[in-house]
């Protein structure tokens, strides 16, 4: 269902959003993240200096695509003049373009509410961004579960001085030490700050000899090229794409090469 928060003092429409909730339940979970929790986005700041007891909610549309008909409704009462307090628009699925079925969605959750699992594994297992984790758990009222940060890790001396001897000697970025000690980067980052180890930038990496200047230009193997588009046209995630075919330290340089108007991309070779 689409609904919409209207100022009863005036029947202004302020805010557009989705449900799968009783509206008087959904009402009361955003007067709950305004008044208790005191969030400080334009909505609930909104609901505060309202007043509660000024807010009504109302359906606007109950529709099989209820993704599609927020943002339909955001962008046409926005045409008619309406001031919309509403900051993310997305469908689910989210920024990596991939949208969860209702049973995907439910099975995300379930997993997402042991806190032993961590979030970033999850976006990663379901291909989706952290900001579409958080959209679809507030979709469903699931509450933030806490968790040990994903960096407070102990390692063994033996293992810091692998991480700094592969990545100061041997060029071993962050990510590739992340996925095979699978831990975080941050994890990683860390030992190397404590470390005081200088991160690599590209021009280190130019200098080692990993990866070509930019003025070089960069042949990529057919094979490679197709595989990259592959992921890429079925996620709409290039850093994804990158990482499975083992070419993120590339990531800015292939992202030059893509037809900039991103619709299909296509491979714009450099002369």
Same mark, same amino acid.
């Given at each position: 269902?689409?609904?919409?928060?209207?100022?009863?003092?005036?029947?202004?429409?302020?805010?557009?959003?989705?449900?799968?909730?009783?509206?008087?339940?959904?009402?009361?979970?955003?007067?709950?993240?305004?008044?208790?929790?005191?969030?400080?986005?334009?909505?609930?700041?909104?609901?505060?200096?309202?007043?509660?007891?000024?807010?009504? /909610?109302?359906?606007? #549309?109950?529709?099989?695509?209820?993704?599609?008909?927020?943002?339909?409704?955001?962008?046409?009462?926005?045409?008619?003049?309406?001031?919309?307090?509403?900051?993310?628009?997305?469908?689910?699925?989210? =920024?990596?373009?991939?949208?969860?079925?209702? !049973?995907?969605?439910?099975?995300?959750?379930?997993?997402?509410?042991?806190?032993?699992?961590?979030?970033?594994?999850?976006? #990663?297992?379901? !291909? /989706?961004? %952290?900001?579409?984790?958080?959209?679809?758990?507030?979709?469903?009222?699931?509450? *933030?579960?806490?968790?040990?940060?994903?960096?407070?890790?102990?390692?063994?001396?033996?293992?810091?001085?692998? /991480?700094? *001897?592969?990545?100061?000697? %041997?060029?071993?970025?962050? *990510?590739?030490?992340?996925?095979?000690?699978?831990?975080?980067?941050?994890?990683? *980052?860390?030992?190397?700050?404590?470390?005081?180890?200088?991160?690599?930038?590209?021009?280190?990496?130019?200098?080692?000899?990993?990866?070509?200047?930019?003025?070089?230009?960069?042949?990529?193997? #057919?094979?490679?090229?197709?595989?990259?588009?592959?992921?890429? %046209?079925?996620?709409?995630?290039?850093?994804?794409?990158?990482?499975? =075919?083992?070419?993120?330290?590339?990531? !800015?340089? /292939?992202?030059?090469?893509?037809?900039?108007?991103?619709?299909?991309?296509?491979?714009?070779?450099?002369?």
């Amino acid at each position: 269902m689409v609904y919409a928060l209207i100022n009863k003092n005036t029947n202004e429409i302020r805010y557009v959003g989705k449900t799968k909730r009783k509206l008087s339940d959904r009402l009361c979970g955003h007067v709950h993240e305004a008044t208790e929790k005191e969030y400080n986005d334009p909505k609930s700041k909104w609901i505060r200096k309202t007043g509660k007891e000024n807010i009504e /909610i109302i359906s606007i #549309e109950e529709s099989q695509n209820e993704d599609e008909a927020e943002l339909w409704w955001m962008d046409y009462l926005e045409f008619l003049g309406c001031n919309l307090l509403n900051v993310v628009r997305y469908k689910v699925g989210g =920024t990596n373009g991939r949208k969860l079925s209702e !049973d995907k969605q439910k099975e995300l959750l379930r997993k997402y509410k042991d806190p032993s699992i961590e979030v970033s594994k999850l976006c #990663e297992e379901y !291909d /989706i961004s %952290n900001n579409t984790l958080t959209a679809i758990r507030r979709d469903w009222e699931v509450e *933030r579960v806490s968790r040990k940060p994903s960096n407070a890790i102990d390692f063994s001396e033996e293992e810091r001085e692998y /991480i700094l *001897r592969q990545y100061e000697e %041997n060029f071993v970025t962050d *990510r590739e030490l992340s996925d095979e000690l699978n831990v975080s980067r941050q994890a990683i *980052r860390r030992v190397l700050k404590e470390e005081n180890v200088d991160f690599h930038d590209r021009s280190d990496y130019i200098e080692a000899g990993k990866i070509n200047a930019p003025n070089e230009g960069m042949q990529i193997e #057919e094979h490679v090229k197709k595989e990259l588009l592959r992921i890429y %046209n079925e996620t709409n995630n290039l850093r994804k794409a990158c990482r499975e =075919t083992d070419m993120e330290r590339h990531y !800015d340089m /292939i992202y030059n090469r893509l037809d900039p108007n991103r619709r299909g991309p296509t491979w714009v070779e450099q002369p």
